[in-house]
């Protein structure tokens, strides 16, 4: 299995990304970088735009090619159908549910098999909830100190709804664009993948 152990502030600097966004509270003490002032060509801003939906999503290349091929099969417009797409992936309804403050941590409690979807135990983080789906966290994992001082601190989306007291929360309706956390131009994205 394939993972992404690059340095979180190291890579947030290189695409322009505050680390609050992913969770981490930590600055870079360092300054612009040393070739700041050229200018990108349109290539290196259309694959700047699909690394940054790759890193914050925690993402490989290729299930992030399969997710666009996807998005672009289904009606609509593929963009949005995309990032619907990593939004509802279950790591990171689990992070934007509060149950983990970072995404990475959410992708940790979704492997370790302590978060029931529909009252199954689901550990695959790529598991695509849908509208309905209630997403819990299994009654032995309810003690843990971590999920239970991420719940207190959680600030849930409109397409969400938290029940704090029972650790579960439900999909309310599929997100849109406006319920992103941080600013991406999903066009960018489409367009680098219809070259």
Request: net charge positive.
């Amino acid at each position: 299995m394939a993972r992404n152990r690059q340095p979180v502030l190291k890579k947030c600097r290189a695409l322009g990304i505050d680390p609050t966004v992913l969770g981490v509270n930590k600055t870079s003490n360092r300054g612009p970088r040393a070739n700041a002032n050229k200018k990108p060509t349109e290539y290196a801003i259309q694959l700047k735009e699909k690394q940054k939906a790759k890193f914050i999503y925690n993402v490989m290349e290729k299930q992030f090619r399969k997710l666009y091929e996807e998005a672009t099969r289904k009606d609509g417009v593929t963009g949005l159908n995309l990032i619907q797409y990593l939004e509802r992936r279950l790591e990171n309804v689990v992070y934007r549910l509060g149950f983990a403050k970072t995404r990475r941590q959410a992708r940790q409690i979704v492997s370790h098999g302590h978060v029931a979807v529909n009252g199954r135990r689901v550990n695959i983080a790529s598991f695509r909830v849908k509208a309905g789906d209630v997403i819990s966290v299994i009654e032995n994992s309810k003690n843990i100190d971590l999920i239970k001082t991420a719940v207190a601190d959680s600030n849930v989306p409109a397409w969400l709804i938290l029940d704090r007291a029972a650790f579960s929360g439900s999909v309310v309706q599929n997100p849109t664009k406006d319920d992103i956390d941080f600013d991406l131009n999903e066009a960018l994205i489409v367009e680098f993948y219809s070259r």
